[in-house]
């Protein structure tokens, strides 16, 4: 039998639960910094494992090459829709694991900022594309709980990506100046750890003051406090349409933002003709980015900081969020299968369904 997903009220205790553990679990060592990233946990519910067959709508991030991409970048084409990457292979693993009772109908989305809210929407029970996992994350502007995150299936940490020959005097974010212009895509953690890492934006996120910005809206300058505020989570609304940040010292560099209607492949492309000098996102995205461009990019100023990236579900499935989760943790052989080994053997997460399909007979 196969039915669409119906959304649960009786599951909302069970988020409360779940959310206690999550944000409670003494885990993320290396991420003191991210203050609410959540940590993951595994609970398993009869009811969400069922095994009859469930049609989850699953909106996918387009332009994350290679963790989550589409086969055609541009939205009126026919490939849009096909997902491909490390998290297309692992979801296709996951319906074939036999007894999940899973099968996915995957849409590409091509805007990024609060992308993790939609599973909250009618039209979407499942939301990925290489999100890390916060906290902050999990609610709306006004802080109230709409969704809940897998636990952590990939590991980032936030990089540079900078052309060969800048290497050497762009290898750490310490080093950066006023002459220097990072490229970001906004709402992304590559935009607030660069801002938290150079000084332009404190842990909360909140704007140095004498930082102007050039925005949709025009000209502001931040004064120190929460009405100008950047995080991976949110922005004040007049940050807005943010498109060049100039910062208050010559210690700090300038940040250009790009990629609102191509993604980071917009990022690249300035990188190459020279328009910005570096790009601050995530580990996994720059090194792919250097192995394509035959050592003409290279990555440099490795943050220290881990994040995990995870799916996101609506707060009353927080039981079938669960019961996904005890599904990928096997695929992934609890995180000791991950970017690397996939890179390596695409096919690994299939192999890790096969085994799982011989437990079963």
């Known amino acids: 039998m196969i039915f669409h997903l119906s959304r649960c009220q009786h599951a909302i205790w069970s988020y409360a639960s779940l959310m206690c553990l999550l944000l409670t679990a003494p885990i993320f060592s290396g991420c003191e910094k991210m203050r609410d990233i959540v940590a993951p946990t595994q609970v398993t519910t009869s009811e969400a494992c069922?095994?009859?067959?469930?049609?989850l709508n699953v909106g996918f991030y387009a332009y994350f090459s290679p963790v989550s991409y589409s086969a055609d970048e541009d939205p009126n084409a026919d490939g849009f829709n096909t997902h491909q990457g490390y998290e297309a292979d692992l979801l296709t693993a996951l319906e074939a694991?036999?007894?999940?009772?899973?099968?996915?109908?995957?849409t590409a989305i091509a805007e990024w900022p609060g992308i993790w809210l939609k599973s909250a929407e009618p039209e979407y029970?499942?939301?990925?594309g290489g999100i890390t996992i916060l906290e902050s994350r999990t609610q709306d502007a006004t802080g109230t709980p709409l969704v809940v995150f897998t636990s952590g299936h990939v590991k980032f940490r936030q990089s540079l990506l900078v052309r060969a020959e800048d290497a050497?005097?762009?290898?750490t974010h310490a080093v950066l100046t006023s002459d220097v212009r990072v490229g970001v895509l906004a709402g992304t953690t590559g935009e607030?750890?660069?801002l938290e890492l150079t000084g332009i934006a404190d842990a909360?996120?909140?704007l140095a003051a004498g930082t102007r910005l050039e925005t949709v809206q025009g000209p502001v300058t931040a004064d120190g406090t929460a009405v100008y505020k950047i995080t991976a989570a949110e922005s004040s609304p007049n940050l807005d349409g943010r498109q060049h940040i100039f910062p208050p010292a010559e210690n700090m560099p300038?940040?250009?933002?790009l990629g609102d209607e191509i993604g980071e492949a917009e990022l690249l492309e300035a990188l190459a003709e020279g328009s910005v000098d570096a790009i601050a996102r995530g580990e996994v995205g720059n090194r792919e980015a250097s192995h394509a461009s035959d050592g003409t990019f290279v990555v440099t100023a490795l943050d220290e900081h881990v994040e995990y990236g995870g799916?996101?579900?609506?707060l009353e499935n927080a039981e079938l969020a669960a019961c996904i989760d005890e599904k990928i943790n096997y695929l992934t052989d609890n995180r000791n299968i991950g970017y690397a080994e996939w890179l390596r053997d695409p096919s690994i997460f299939m192999n890790r369904a096969a085994m799982w399909n011989a437990t079963q007979e």
């Not at 300038?254 to 933002?257: A, M, P, T």
């Open 50 to 55: 069922t095994n009859a067959t469930r049609v």
């Open 97 to 106: 694991m036999e007894g999940a009772g899973l099968a996915f109908s995957r």
């Open 125 to 128: 029970d499942m939301i990925g």
């Open 168 to 171: 050497e005097r762009l290898a």
């Open 192 to 194: 607030a750890r660069l």
């Open 204 to 206: 909360n996120g909140f």
């Open 254 to 257: 300038q940040v250009i933002y």
């Open 311 to 314: 799916f996101t579900f609506a």
